[in-house]
T-cell receptor, first 113, second 109 residues
Framework: DGGITQSPKYLFRKEGQNVTLSCEQN?????MYWYRQDPGQGLRLIYY???????QKGDIAEGYSVSREKKESFPLTVTSAQKNPTAFYLC????????????FGPGTRLTVT | GQSLEQPSEVTAVEGAIVQINCTYQTSGFYGLSWYQQHDGGAPTFLSY????GLEETGRFSSFLSRSDSYGYLLLQELQMKDSASYFCAVCHSWGKFQFGAGTQVVVTP
């Protein structure tokens, strides 16, 4: 079955530690995205990538970093510079930059204490 | 600035019809999409309007009017499983998506 996997589902970290969230897709999609969702709020774009070895900052990129070394993988690192990292993180992919349909992974709920 | 506005919550009974409005202050987008998200789950794609007018997909319909900077999602024959959050989203150039804050739909028996 094609889809997007994110791991782990729940992640706990101490303040000051960097943490990397995994996102893998086997849909052969070119574009991949990372969103952050806070309780009762919409999705805010962190980073997006339209093609391997290229990525762009979204609206809230500060304190985050990404890489796109392979088409199927788009890991997100939440650095210690991110002031309020506790949130639900969603990875998505689409067939291309102008595709209107995004496919989402199950999400990773990160708690930093 | 660019923004999409939706009501925060709508409550309706089973079998009813609900309309979720999305007004926006943005331009130059490809189209308006709608997503459904159950508590703790992943958003799933429902509908897309590239052009003005009504798109129907089963019990759900979506509408766009670029001249009025307005769109809506219509949920008909409401079922308990329709209780979820619904988000409108626009796709700007180069794949940059912008989502509204979401509307919580509560369906009561």
């Amino acid at each position: 079955d094609g889809g997007i996997t994110q791991s782990p589902k729940y992640l706990f970290r101490k303040e000051g530690q960097n943490v990397t969230l995994s996102c893998e897709q086997n849909l052969n999609h070119d574009a991949m995205y990372w969103y952050r969702q806070d309780p009762g709020q919409g999705l805010r774009l962190i980073y997006y990538s339209q093609i391997v070895n290229d990525f762009q900052k979204g609206d809230i990129a500060e304190g985050y970093s990404v890489s796109r070394e392979k088409k199927e993988s788009f890991p997100l690192t939440v650095t210690s510079a991110q002031k309020n990292p506790t949130a639900f993180y969603l990875c998505a992919s689409s067939d291309g930059p102008s595709s209107y349909e995004q496919y989402f992974g199950p999400g990773t709920r990160l708690t930093v204490t | 600035g660019q923004s999409l506005e939706q009501p925060s919550e709508v409550t309706a009974v089973e079998g009813a019809i609900v309309q979720i409005n999305c007004t926006y202050q943005t331009s130059g987008f490809y189209g308006l999409s709608w997503y459904q998200q159950h508590d703790g789950g992943a958003p799933t794609f429902l509908s897309y309007n590239a052009l003005d007018g009504l798109e129907e997909t089963g019990r759900f319909s979506s509408f766009l009017s670029r001249s009025d900077s307005y769109g809506y999602l219509l949920l008909q024959e409401l079922q308990m499983k329709d209780s979820a959050s619904y988000f409108c989203a626009v796709c700007h150039s180069w794949g940059k998506f912008q989502f509204g804050a979401g509307t919580q739909v509560v369906v009561t028996p």
